[in-house]
């Protein structure tokens, strides 16, 4: 399966041991995973400013992202397709690699459900549809 995480489930991921952490550790080794710089460069901004993690654990994380083989660095978006404009790199990046999923909390991203095949769910649905495929 193609699944690309928004910056905020990284976020959760690495700040806390919750289902972010789990989704992520889990379609890292399951699935094909696509980032962006983009992505890669929010989750490094929040994860310093907002989280307040040590700046070594941070670069750890960056680090070990972009290691992931699924780095992709999408076109630009020349139309808006959603509420907010830095949105649309996620919508590019899943549209541009035929990802079947985009996991995110953005309720600007959320409130979509869909962009052209990829479905946009909540790490918690996310974790259904996972459960779901392994029953």
């Known amino acids: ?9 990284y976020i959760a991921a690495f700040a806390t041991h919750g289902v972010c952490h789990l989704l992520v550790e889990a379609c890292l080794v399951d699935h094909s995973v696509y980032s962006s ?19 070594r654990i941070v670069d750890e994380v960056i ?20 509420r907010d404009p830095d949105d649309d790199n996620i919508l590019l990046l899943a549209e541009e690699t035929f ?4 996991v995110t909390n953005d309720k600007d991203l959320l409130v979509l459900g869909s962009h052209l095949k990829t479905k946009i769910v909540s790490p918690r649905d996310f974790a259904d549809i996972l459960h779901s495929l392994e029953v």
């Open 99 to 102: 990802s079947e999923y985009i």
């Open 37 to 55: 710089e983009f992505i890669l460069g929010e989750v490094e901004e929040k994860l310093v400013r907002k989280i307040k993690l040590p700046r």
């Open 63 to 82: 680090a070990y992202l972009h290691e992931q083989p699924t780095n992709y660095n999408p076109g630009i978006a020349h139309t808006r397709i959603s």
């Open 1 to 9: 399966m193609k699944i690309v995480f928004d910056s905020n489930v």
